[in-house]
């Protein structure tokens, strides 16, 4: 089993940046694939990005060129830098990771972008 937490949310003015962590509960190196997803009230949760543990990673093409996702294999952390956030991005985000060909989900953290 895995267990994955996020951080990092929170309140952010258009335009601003917040970043998103994800710490498992095992070695980063052994989890196969990672990504984040969102979700809005009454709306399926939404694929976001990304990475394998080789590093390459995949964008939404909603995101691509503002978030960037990575891990760090010496913090043992997954990261979701996020800028030039906009209304839209608002959302429930979730951690994702893949350990032996089993999902994982964290619990979600809130980011709400509003003025």
């Known amino acids: 089993q895995v267990q994955l937490v996020e951080s990092g949310g929170g309140l952010v003015q258009p335009g601003g940046s917040l970043r998103l962590s994800c710490s498992p509960s095992?070695?980063?190196?052994?989890?196969?694939?990672m990504g984040w997803y969102r979700q809005t009230p009454g709306n399926s949760r939404e694929w976001v990005a990304s990475?394998?543990?080789?590093?390459?990673?995949n964008y939404a093409d909603s995101v691509k060129g503002r978030f960037t996702i990575r891990r760090d294999n010496a913090d043992n952390k997954m990261y979701l830098q996020m800028n030039s956030l906009k209304p839209e991005d608002t959302a429930v985000y979730y951690c994702?990771?893949?350990?032996?060909?089993?999902?994982?989900w964290g619990q979600g953290t809130q980011v709400t972008v509003s003025s």
């Open positions: 990475v394998v543990s080789g590093g390459a990673t």
């Open positions: 095992r070695d980063i190196a052994v989890i196969r694939g």
């Open positions: 994702n990771g893949n350990y032996r060909n089993r999902d994982y």
